[in-house]
């Protein structure tokens, strides 16, 4: 299955995309869709467990994903 994994701000910068098609086994999580951005070159900024949304709702890592879903990682937002 295919899921659409978008990236914003440090995250982008550092894997030089916003949107990465990625081709994962069927019933895979979100856990392991992060693992496999994580193994990407790159990705060094990403933490072990990053703020993730499947669909625009926030998600657990042990959601399971489906074909065509849409996985942001979020990097931290700081402000003042």
Known sequence: MTVTVLL???YADALGERKIPLDLPNGSTVRE???RVREMA???RLP???M???NEEY???DRALV???EVAI???VAGG
């Open 74 to 76: 979020i990097p931290p």
């Open 48 to 50: 072990p467990e990053p």
């Open 42 to 44: 790159g990705a060094t």
């Open 52 to 54: 993730v949304a499947v």
């Open 33 to 35: 869709a992060v693992q």
């Open 8 to 10: 914003f701000a440090s």
């Open 67 to 69: 074909a065509g879903d």
């Open 59 to 61: 998600a657990r890592p």
